[in-house]
């Protein structure tokens, strides 16, 4: 234990990466069409072993000063993605599912709806449309794929997140923690779930009621995990 | 046998509460920040008639307490005892 031991010290992603075979179409989409600046590149001759090719690896500022990056390595040989599903990392048969594909995804953060038409707009005007445009529960999101075929996302709040809905996501995830393993269900977790629903939920309205100073040790108890204040 | 559903007070969640207050014989009483929607038979909710889009529809039971769900579809969600 030290003073930092109880402290959530990280503040955001530093970076991102994703490897490309086409760092020109990778440029004309991240800074050309969505307007994301250049902060950062490296090139180097290999990295080390014999085999590792030369590469350059290079950032685009995504706000909030986090960055995505990526590796071209010269030479490298690009996958065949002329058959099956995926994108240029990760290739999948035709058979698999798409809902399991585009499971993996990268999804960026705007305040407003106005700020997302604006990306739709760059988007519609440029090789890759916006694909879909979905509201779905509290937040609305449009969605292409990018050169390399890596699905993006880019979404907006419709609402702030309440604090039930931390407590909300604590008690699923601390459900679902003791119920995983082999036949794990849906079923399962919300049986799990209403238990300690009955045991923690009441205990944690009292202290969401409680003056602010009595506050944080309460809202730890109703928690076993951290729970965003 | 009194059985229990759970689901969270969020204004997302709010269709399914005013059609269960409808339901004979169903309770609705509040345990924290969550619905407890209560009673001695089984339910069935219309989900045209909480005016609930699907993604909200799918997602909105937060707990089971002596049901299971015996159907969970675009048109209702219906329980059974377990």
């Given at each position: 234990m030290?003073?930092?031991?109880?402290?959530?010290?990280?503040?955001?992603?530093?970076?991102?990466?994703?490897?490309?075979?086409?760092?020109?179409?990778?440029?004309?989409?991240?800074?050309?069409?969505?307007?994301?600046?250049?902060?950062?590149?490296?090139?180097?001759?290999?990295?080390?072993?014999?085999?590792?090719?030369?590469?350059?690896?290079?950032?685009?500022?995504?706000?909030?000063?986090?960055?995505?990056?990526?590796?071209?390595?010269?030479?490298?040989?690009?996958?065949?993605?002329?058959?099956?599903?995926?994108?240029?990392h990760?290739?999948?048969?035709?058979?698999?599912?798409?809902?399991?594909?585009?499971?993996?995804?990268?999804?960026?953060?705007?305040?407003?709806?106005?700020?997302?038409?604006e990306?739709?707009?760059?988007?519609?005007?440029?090789?890759?449309?916006?694909?879909?445009?979905i509201?779905?529960?509290?937040?609305?999101?449009?969605?292409?794929?990018d050169?390399?075929?890596?699905?993006?996302?880019?979404?907006?709040?419709?609402?702030?997140?309440?604090?039930?809905?931390?407590?909300?996501?604590?008690?699923?995830?601390?459900?679902?923690?003791?119920?995983?393993?082999?036949?794990?269900?849906?079923?399962?977790?919300?049986?799990?779930?209403?238990?300690?629903?009955?045991?923690?939920?009441?205990?944690?309205?009292?202290?969401?009621?409680a003056?602010?100073?009595?506050?944080?040790a309460?809202?730890?108890?109703?928690?076993?995990?951290?729970?965003?204040? | 046998?009194?059985?229990?559903?759970?689901?969270?007070?969020?204004?997302?969640?709010?269709?399914?509460?005013?059609?269960?207050?409808?339901?004979?014989?169903?309770?609705?009483?509040?345990?924290?920040?969550?619905?407890?929607?209560?009673?001695?038979?089984p339910?069935?909710?219309?989900?045209?008639?909480?005016?609930?889009?699907h993604?909200?529809?799918?997602?909105?039971?937060?707990?089971?307490?002596g049901?299971?769900?015996?159907?969970?579809?675009?048109d209702?969600?219906?329980?059974?005892?377990?």
């Amino acid at each position: 234990m030290n003073a930092l031991s109880d402290q959530h010290l990280v503040t955001g992603v530093d970076h991102v990466a994703f490897p490309t075979f086409d760092p020109a179409a990778t440029v004309r989409f991240y800074r050309d069409t969505l307007g994301f600046p250049v902060v950062h590149s490296i090139c180097a001759a290999g990295w080390g072993p014999d085999d590792h090719p030369d590469f350059i690896h290079f950032f685009f500022d995504i706000g909030n000063e986090d960055r995505l990056a990526f590796f071209y390595y010269f030479g490298l040989q690009k996958p065949d993605v002329t058959h099956g599903k995926g994108d240029v990392h990760a290739r999948f048969d035709e058979k698999t599912p798409d809902w399991f594909v585009r499971s993996r995804h990268l999804a960026l953060h705007v305040r407003s709806e106005e700020h997302l038409l604006e990306y739709r707009r760059r988007l519609d005007a440029s090789e890759w449309p916006v694909e879909m445009q979905i509201q779905h529960e509290t937040i609305e999101s449009i969605y292409t794929h990018d050169p390399n075929g890596y699905m993006v996302e880019i979404t907006r709040a419709l609402r702030p997140v309440t604090p039930q809905e931390d407590l909300d996501a604590n008690l699923t995830i601390d459900a679902l923690v003791d119920i995983t393993g082999p036949g794990a269900s849906l079923d399962a977790l919300l049986v799990r779930k209403a238990e300690l629903i009955v045991k923690r939920a009441e205990k944690w309205q009292r202290a969401q009621n409680a003056p602010e100073e009595a506050r944080p040790a309460e809202v730890a108890e109703a928690s076993e995990g951290p729970v965003r204040s | 046998m009194t059985s229990r559903l759970f689901v969270l007070d969020v204004p997302e969640n709010s269709g399914v509460i005013d059609v269960a207050r409808g339901l004979p014989g169903v309770r609705v009483g509040k345990t924290g920040p969550y619905f407890v929607v209560e009673s001695d038979a089984p339910i069935s909710i219309d989900r045209r008639a909480t005016g609930m889009r699907h993604a909200v529809w799918y997602s909105c039971v937060a707990g089971l307490e002596g049901w299971r769900i015996a159907a969970w579809n675009k048109d209702a969600l219906r329980t059974e005892p377990r």
